[in-house]
Each structure stands twice: as structure tokens, then as C-alpha cells.
């Protein structure tokens, strides 16, 4: 959530930061006068609150010299009904203005680039060769289906479409490549956590989830639980609501869940094949640390799922996202696009945010420097998503026989 007192201090820069993201000017104007009119009023309590002391430090001196104290009082009581009142105001004000905040984005970096969508993200490095087949490489939905592999059929039968059922060699890639990333991470220093696959809706707002992408839930009816969008979720707000010692971040944290979407607003896009399922595995990595610690951990993150995909010889590209691209929780991010050559272009398999402040302050994630409480910098990356590096796999590892070379690194999982 961004910072009341950034609004109070500096409005028309905040405006602007968030119009590149794409935030309505309408909402912003209404923004606008409801800050001005809590601050307005926050400053009139301030001024009330200092004259009432001013007034209370001449009690003293009026009982020395003897003077009737009772206009004095009473003119201090007005003034604390009046504060009163106020103050009533000014928590109603702020309240609603939480309210709307609550589905504010957060504001870009500076560094990031200006663009309105997709077409206009950076690209900052492309890693490892593009394979070149001597036969016509095929999509992974016809190698999935003519292997036994993939059983799109079985998945819609069992559920409905954007399911799938994974069978032998392919199920065990599956599961091969979580214990993989798992312990990938865990060597760079990412301790392994298993957590719930449901949140409450405390824990989706913390992280930004909730309200405003409450229609991409899946909700358990009658509960206060939904099944989980990504594991950010559950990693991040394992330190909701605490104050962190200094001395203990950075946290670095890794977990294996299935996750759910209901992939609201897709219809016609990914149709076929396993790129955009109701229902995926993931590996995510989640930091929280200081606000000085945080683009150095970016940059650890970022190679850490590079190096996943380099270890599978696996081509991709990394993509800074413009303002206009930019994750609704991102300050910045960096994506990482995998090569498939069934498709013939780079998809993405992974996308790694530094959010600042914007979750901790919603959560309420903080820790002690001396005898301040300091909100922490939040950030979090796919490493990866598992059904896609699947993908990715079967297309790239290919054989024009119908079989799939399974990368070394890979083997003794298998």
C-alpha cells in the first residue's frame, strides 16, 4: 500500500508515477481531494493539540499567582471535545482512504521504463543457443499426447478445460524438476518451507491479491479461505503482523505449491497445452529484508532462476517490464523467458519483483533498528514455474524419433 504521508507530501509526483501504470485519472482526482481533505483536518487536530498544551502549561503559574483557573479549564475542555470530535473525523477519513488505497498499485521505480504494455519491456540479455533441428520441432501439447505423457482429455473429464493429468515419465519430470529446484535453492542459501495451500483473506491482502483480484480466486464456499494464487502469498505473511530483528534479514525463503488460478480474463489465449492451467505446480522464492539489502537480493534472485534454466540447457532471455507491464504489487521486474521452439518464440517462465515497501506496509512486516520500527523491502520470483520448464523440456530436448533427451543434472531425480 503506498504511504498516506508520501500522498500528503507530494501528491502530483505519486500521480503521475501511477498514471504510467495505467491508474485511472478519475480515481486519482477523487484520490486527490480526500487526501487533501484528511490532511486539512489531521492539521487542524495537530493545531488544536498544540494550543491545548500551551494552555495547560499556565496551570502552574495560575495557582502561584492565585488566579481563577476555572476559565482556563474550561477553555481546555472545549478544546479536547473539539480534538475529540476531530479526531473521530480524521479516522473515519483515513479509513475510507485505506479503503482505496487497498487497490492502488504500487508506484513504479524510477529506473523502470516508461511504455504501455508488453510490446515496449527492455530486453537486457539473452542466455544460452537456440537449438537448430534437423527436423520440424513440434508443439509439446502433440509430443505430450503421441508419448502418453499429457493426458488433456483425462484433465478436462476430471475437472474441467485448463486441466490436465500428467502420466509415467510425465509425472515424474513433474515431481523430478520441484525436488530440483527445491534443492537448487536451498544451495543458494533459500530455506525450505512447506506451507498451506488455502490463505485466508488477511493474507491475500497483505500481499495484494485482495480486493482487487478477488474474481481470479478460487474461494471455499462458507469459509474465510481461498486455494492459493502462488506461494508469495504464504512466504511473505509468514511474518505479517511482526517486527523482524535487523540482524536476521535478509530472510531468504523457497517453497514448493500447487497453485490456482481461474485465469479470469484469459479466454482465447494458451487454449492448448499446459502454458496456461486452472491448476500449476511452482517453486517460489520470497525475500524480506532492508531497504539497503533489497536490489542486491533482486540480483540473487534473478540468477538464481537463470541458472536453473542454464543448468537444464534451457535458452532464455531476461526482460525488464515497462511501467504499463508492471505486476499491480511491483516496483520493478525483471522476467525470464524461456525458448520454445514448438511455439518459436520465448514465453515467460518466470518473474521476479522487488515490491519496497508497498506489501510490508499492508502486512505490516517490520524490523527493529535501534528504537525504530522500520517497514521491510519485499520480493519474490518464480524459480520456477513447474509445469512450464516441462514444457520447455519436452520442446527443447526433442528427438525427431518421438523421444526426449532428459538433461544430466535431471537424472538422478528421475
Known amino acids: 500500500?503506498?504511504?498516506?504521508?508520501?500522498?500528503?507530501?507530494?501528491?502530483?509526483?505519486?500521480?503521475?508515477?501511477?498514471?504510467?501504470?495505467?491508474?485511472?485519472?478519475?480515481?486519482?482526482?477523487?484520490?486527490?481531494?480526500?487526501?487533501?481533505?484528511?490532511?486539512?483536518?489531521?492539521?487542524?487536530?495537530?493545531?488544536?493539540?498544540?494550543?491545548?498544551?500551551?494552555?495547560s502549561s499556565q496551570f502552574g503559574s495560575y495557582k502561584k499567582e492565585g488566579k481563577d483557573i476555572a476559565p482556563l479549564k474550561a477553555q481546555i475542555d472545549e478544546l479536547k471535545k473539539n480534538k475529540q470530535a476531530l479526531e473521530e473525523e480524521v479516522r473515519n477519513d483515513e479509513e475510507v482512504l485505506n479503503d482505496i488505497l487497498a487497490g492502488i498499485p504500487n508506484m513504479p521505480d524510477a529506473n523502470v521504463p516508461d511504455g504501455a504494455d508488453e510490446e515496449e519491456n527492455v530486453l537486457l540479455e539473452k542466455i544460452g543457443t537456440i537449438r537448430e533441428f534437423s527436423f520440424e520441432p513440434k508443439n509439446h501439447w502433440d509430443i505430450g499426447e503421441e508419448t502418453g505423457i499429457i493426458d488433456f482429455a483425462r484433465g478436462v473429464k476430471l475437472a474441467k478445460s485448463r486441466f490436465a493429468a500428467l502420466s509415467g515419465v510425465g509425472a515424474r519430470l513433474e515431481r523430478a524438476l520441484t525436488n530440483y529446484f527445491?534443492?537448487?535453492?536451498?544451495?543458494?542459501?533459500?530455506?525450505?518451507?512447506?506451507?498451506?495451500?488455502?490463505?485466508?483473506?488477511?493474507?491475500?491482502?497483505?500481499?495484494?491479491?485482495?480486493?482487487?483480484?478477488?474474481?481470479?480466486l478460487f474461494k471455499v464456499e462458507g469459509e474465510d479461505l481461498y486455494l492459493i494464487p502462488t506461494a508469495?502469498?504464504?512466504?511473505?505473511?509468514?511474518?505479517?503482523?511482526?517486527?523482524?530483528?535487523?540482524?536476521?534479514?535478509?530472510?531468504?525463503?523457497?517453497?514448493?505449491?500447487?497453485?490456482?488460478?481461474?485465469?479470469?480474463?484469459?479466454?482465447?489465449?494458451?487454449?492448448?497445452?499446459?502454458?496456461?492451467?486452472?491448476?500449476?505446480?511452482?517453486?517460489?522464492?520470497?525475500?524480506?529484508?532492508?531497504?539497503?539489502?533489497?536490489?542486491?537480493?533482486?540480483?540473487?534472485?534473478?540468477?538464481?532462476?537463470?541458472?536453473?534454466?542454464?543448468?537444464?540447457?534451457l535458452p532464455h532471455q531476461k526482460v525488464q517490464l515497462c511501467t504499463g507491464d508492471l505486476g499491480f504489487s511491483a516496483s520493478y521486474t525483471v522476467d525470464l523467458e524461456v525458448w520454445l521452439p514448438g511455439q518459436g518464440k520465448y514465453r515467460e517462465i518466470s518473474s521476479i519483483s522487488n515490491t519496497c515497501d508497498f506489501q510490508a506496509r499492508r502486512a505490516k512486516i517490520r524490523y527493529k533498528d535501534g528504537k525504530k520500527n522500520i517497514l521491510c523491502h519485499t520480493l519474490n520470483g518464480s524459480s520456477l514455474a513447474v509445469g512450464r520448464t516441462l514444457v520447455a523440456l519436452i520442446e527443447n530436448h526433442q528427438n525427431e524419433d518421438g523421444s526426449i533427451t532428459i538433461p544430466s543434472v535431471l537424472k538422478k531425480y528421475m
Not at 41 to 48: G, N, V, Y
Not at 183 to 209: H, I, K
Request: hydrophobic letters at 40%.
Open 182 to 216: 527445491l534443492d537448487f535453492n536451498r544451495s543458494r542459501g533459500f530455506e525450505e518451507w512447506y506451507v498451506p495451500f488455502m490463505a485466508n483473506s488477511a493474507a491475500l491482502q497483505g500481499t495484494g491479491q485482495l480486493p482487487k483480484f478477488e474474481d481470479d
Open 232 to 313: 508469495e502469498v504464504q512466504l511473505t505473511n509468514l511474518y505479517s503482523d511482526e517486527i523482524v530483528a535487523k540482524d536476521d534479514l535478509p530472510l531468504l525463503l523457497t517453497s514448493y505449491t500447487p497453485c490456482f488460478r481461474k485465469e479470469a480474463g484469459s479466454a482465447g489465449r494458451d487454449t492448448r497445452g499446459l502454458i496456461r492451467q486452472h491448476q500449476f505446480d511452482k517453486v517460489e522464492l520470497v525475500a524480506i529484508t532492508t531497504p539497503e539489502q533489497s536490489q542486491e537480493i533482486f540480483e540473487k534472485m534473478v540468477q538464481c532462476a537463470s541458472d536453473i534454466l542454464t543448468s537444464l540447457e
Open 1 to 55: 500500500m503506498i504511504d498516506i504521508k508520501l500522498l500528503q507530501k507530494d501528491f502530483d509526483a505519486v500521480s503521475i508515477a501511477l498514471e504510467k501504470k495505467g491508474v485511472n485519472k478519475t480515481l486519482l482526482d477523487t484520490l486527490k481531494d480526500d487526501v487533501i481533505k484528511a490532511k486539512f483536518k489531521r492539521q487542524s487536530m495537530e493545531a488544536i493539540q498544540a494550543e491545548q498544551n500551551a494552555l
